[in-house]
């Protein structure tokens, strides 16, 4: 079973709100990956996640807050998002030991800020 | 630092026609290198990658690329269109930053459209 799985798919929040977006992989990976994509545009890395250590920080706005809770599982916290935050977000997962390794990416939850 | 160049934010072709689509890359280091496809409103799915084991990359669906360090590229190609193959393709470098992590830098990426 090769596959990321991310919930919810589709997610339309306030300002105000408080959400969390879900990654989940089965494949024994020790890496796992927060893209943000905008329309017409690549993904843009957001956070890396190494053997559940927080790795990469791309400079994100602290309204952004990822978790790592086991190998297998990766949350995005969402909290005072803006209406230029709304994007598909992305979540991918790799094993370790090297940059040949390819990323396995989820399908993205498409966020809508209002 | 690692970058990858497309050239063409958009391709047409018409269907049985050859596919090329072309991706230039800046490396300081022997790079790897990736392609990826995304259909509408999908994630991403590798098509082929480039870990300096051959030049010439054979991947799904019939896609193909070839590593030309001379030229600093890594064009992906098609013999054949179909349909099917309609999509944003995009070129991937590995960033090297941190030794162990695959991280990828993606290039702005090409759409292809396929006449019938």
């Known amino acids: 079973d090769t596959e990321v799985t991310q919930t919810p798919k589709h997610l339309v929040m306030g300002m105000t709100n408080k959400k969390s977006l879900k990654c989940e992989q089965h494949m024994g990976h020790r890496a796992m990956y927060w893209y943000k994509q905008k329309a017409k545009k690549p993904p843009e890395l957001m956070f890396v996640y190494s053997y559940e250590k927080l790795s990469i920080n791309e400079s994100v706005p602290s309204r952004f807050s990822p978790e790592c809770p086991n190998s297998s599982l990766l949350n995005l916290h969402l909290h005072a998002l803006q209406p230029e935050d709304s994007a598909l977000y992305l979540c991918?997962?790799?094993?370790?030991?090297?940059?040949?390794?390819?990323?396995?990416f989820g399908e993205g939850s498409r966020l809508t800020v209002l | 630092a690692q970058s990858v160049t497309q050239l063409g934010s958009h391709v047409s072709v018409s269907e049985g026609a050859l596919v090329l689509l072309r991706c230039n890359y800046s490396?300081?280091?022997?790079?790897?290198l990736f392609w990826y496809v995304q259909y509408p409103n999908q994630g991403l799915q590798l098509l082929l990658k480039?870990?300096?084991?051959?030049?010439l990359v054979k991947g799904i669906n019939g896609f193909e690329a070839e590593f030309k360090k001379s030229e600093t590229s890594f064009h992906l190609t098609k013999p054949s269109a179909h349909m099917s193959d309609a999509a944003e393709y995009f070129c991937a470098v590995s960033d090297r930053r941190g030794g162990s992590q695959g991280n990828l830098i993606f290039g702005k990426g090409t759409k292809l459209s396929v006449k019938p």
């Open positions: 991918a997962s790799s094993q370790e030991g090297g940059g040949y390794r390819e990323l396995f």
């Open positions: 490396s300081s280091v022997p790079p790897y």
């Open positions: 480039y870990t300096s084991a051959a030049t």
